[in-house]
C-alpha cells in the first residue's frame, strides 16, 4: 500500500472537499493520505479528521519533507505540484476548472515561466520562483509538471489539453455520495460555501452573509415558506455574525454533516460553485443561485447553465445576469465590482432587488411543490459532467500510476508520461 502526501488549493471550500473524498476512498483501499497545507483547506481538514491519516500544518511546502512520499495528490494547489517535480515524485493533479482556464492566452508567458523554473535548483528556488507567478499562469504550470491530470468534465471532453501534456484523464462529478438517504423534506439549507480565498477579505464576506440574509428572509416571505433556514459554511466567517433573522440558523457544518442535511434540504441556495451544485443534484436537492462572491462565479453560472443572462431551469439572483459589467483582466477589481453592486442593489431596494427576490421565491416555491425542477436540473448536469463517478475514476487513474512507477522503477517519475495513457 502507498503513502500519499495531499493538499488542497486554498480557494474556498470546493478543492477540499474534492479532496476529502478522493483520500477518505484511497484510506478504505489500504492507503495513507496525509495532509500538509495551511488556511481554508486545513481548516476544512481539521473538521473532517476520520477522512485523513494524518492532518499537519504547513505554511510553506517548502517545509514538508518528502521522506516515506510514495506519490503526491494536488487538487488545484500549484506549490504542491511543484514540489512533487522538485522530489522528482509521481504527482496526479485535479482539476476541476480545467476548462475555465485560457490556455491560449497563458502558453507563451507560462512557457517561459516553465524553462526558468526548471533551471532553478532545488525545491526551495523553484517555490519561491511559483510564488511570483500569476494565478492562472500557475494553474498551467501545475498541469504540465504533474504526472497525470484528472480534469473533472464541465461539458467540453475534448477541450484543449495542456500543451507537451499528454495525460489528461476527463473525469466525472466528483462527488461523495456515501451519505444519500430518503427522509423527509423539512428545511431549507444556504450556503455560503468556504468564502476564504484570495480575492475575499473578512469584511467582503461579512457583507456578503448580512446581503444574503435580508435576501433569504425577503423570498422565503414571498414564496410563503415558513420553514427553517440552515446558513452552513466556514466557522470563522459565522461566528462573527451577529443580529441575523431568527429563522435563520448559523451551522457550521462538517463535509458529512453538509451531505446529510442536503437529504433533508427542499432546497439548496448557493452561489454557484460547482462542487455544491454537483453534490447537491446528486443528492435529488434541488438548487437556487445566490448572488457571487467572486469573479469566477459567473463563469461556472453560465458553464452549468449555457446561458449568460437568466434560465429558466436554474432561478438565480445573481448580479451579472441583471447588470451589464465589464469583465476584466484584474480578478480583484472584477471582484470588488461585483461586491459593491451587490451592496448598492441591497441599499437600494429597487427594481434590481425585487427581481432577484421574485426569481428565488418562485424557485422556492416550485421546490415546495414538488415540481420537475430538479430532474430538468439533473439534466443539465448530465450535460455538464457526464455522471457523479469521478471519485472513483480518479482513484482508479492514481492506482494506476502507482504501478506504473513501480514497473519503470528507476527510470523517473516522468518517464511514465509516455508509459501510462488515460485519454
Not at 510553506?60 to 519533507?65: A, E, G, L, N, Q
Not at 460555501?193 to 480575492?199: I, K, S, V, W
Not at 441599499?347 to 432587488?353: E, I, T, V
Request: charged content about 20%; hydrophobic content about 40%; some cysteine.
Amino acid at each position: 500500500m502507498a503513502r500519499f502526501t495531499v493538499s488542497a488549493e486554498n480557494y474556498g471550500y470546493g478543492p477540499a472537499s474534492k479532496l476529502e473524498t478522493i483520500s477518505r476512498n484511497l484510506i478504505q483501499r489500504g492507503h495513507e493520505c496525509h495532509f500538509v497545507g495551511s488556511g481554508v483547506a486545513l481548516s476544512f481538514a481539521r473538521s473532517n479528521p476520520a477522512s485523513f491519516s494524518s492532518i499537519r500544518q504547513f505554511d510553506r511546502f517548502v517545509d514538508v519533507s518528502p521522506e516515506g512520499t510514495d506519490a503526491v495528490i494536488s487538487v488545484m494547489e500549484p506549490a504542491l505540484a511543484v514540489w512533487a517535480h522538485a522530489y522528482d515524485l509521481p504527482s496526479v493533479y485535479v482539476d476541476s476548472l480545467y476548462w475555465m482556464w485560457n490556455w491560449d492566452g497563458i502558453e507563451p508567458i507560462a512557457e517561459h515561466h516553465l524553462r526558468e523554473l526548471r533551471r532553478t535548483t532545488g525545491p526551495a528556488d523553484a517555490l519561491a520562483y511559483l510564488g511570483d507567478v500569476p494565478m492562472h499562469t500557475a494553474q498551467f504550470m501545475a498541469n504540465c509538471l504533474s504526472t497525470i491530470t484528472c480534469a473533472q468534465m464541465a461539458g467540453d471532453r475534448d477541450c484543449r489539453r495542456v500543451p507537451d501534456h499528454d495525460v489528461v484523464h476527463h473525469v466525472e462529478g466528483i462527488v461523495d455520495l456515501s451519505q444519500r438517504a430518503s427522509v423527509p423534506r423539512d428545511m431549507w439549507l444556504a450556503s455560503t460555501a468556504g468564502l476564504t480565498n484570495p480575492l475575499m477579505n473578512d469584511q467582503r464576506a461579512a457583507e456578503w452573509i448580512y446581503t444574503v440574509a435580508e435576501l433569504l428572509m425577503d423570498a422565503s416571505d414571498s414564496a410563503g415558506t415558513s420553514a427553517p433556514i440552515v446558513l452552513a459554511g466556514n466557522p470563522l466567517h459565522l461566528r462573527a455574525m451577529r443580529s441575523l433573522p431568527r429563522r435563520i440558523e448559523l451551522r457550521p457544518l462538517s463535509h458529512k454533516d453538509t451531505l446529510t442535511t442536503l437529504n433533508r434540504a427542499i432546497g439548496c441556495l448557493t452561489p454557484p460553485g460547482l462542487t455544491t451544485v454537483l453534490e447537491s443534484l446528486a443528492y435529488d436537492t434541488p438548487v437556487l443561485f445566490l448572488p457571487e462572491q467572486h469573479y469566477g462565479h459567473h463563469a461556472n453560472y453560465a458553464r452549468i447553465t449555457g446561458v449568460d443572462g437568466p434560465s429558466e431551469v436554474f432561478p438565480d439572483a445573481l448580479v451579472g445576469t441583471r447588470k451589464m459589467r465589464v469583465a476584466s483582466a484584474d480578478a480583484m477589481a472584477e471582484t470588488k465590482e461585483l461586491g459593491a453592486l451587490l451592496r448598492e442593489c441591497s441599499m437600494n431596494r429597487g427594481a434590481m432587488w425585487d427581481d432577484m427576490v421574485d426569481s428565488l421565491a418562485r424557485g422556492m416555491r416550485s421546490a415546495m411543490r414538488g415540481e420537475d425542477l430538479v430532474s430538468r436540473q439533473q439534466q443539465e448536469l448530465q450535460r455538464l459532467a457526464g455522471g457523479i463517478d469521478g471519485v472513483h475514476q480518479v482513484v482508479d487513474a492514481v492506482e494506476t500510476v502507482l504501478t506504473a512507477r513501480h514497473r519503470f522503477a528507476g527510470v523517473g517519475a516522468q518517464s511514465t508520461l509516455s508509459a501510462v495513457s488515460y485519454i
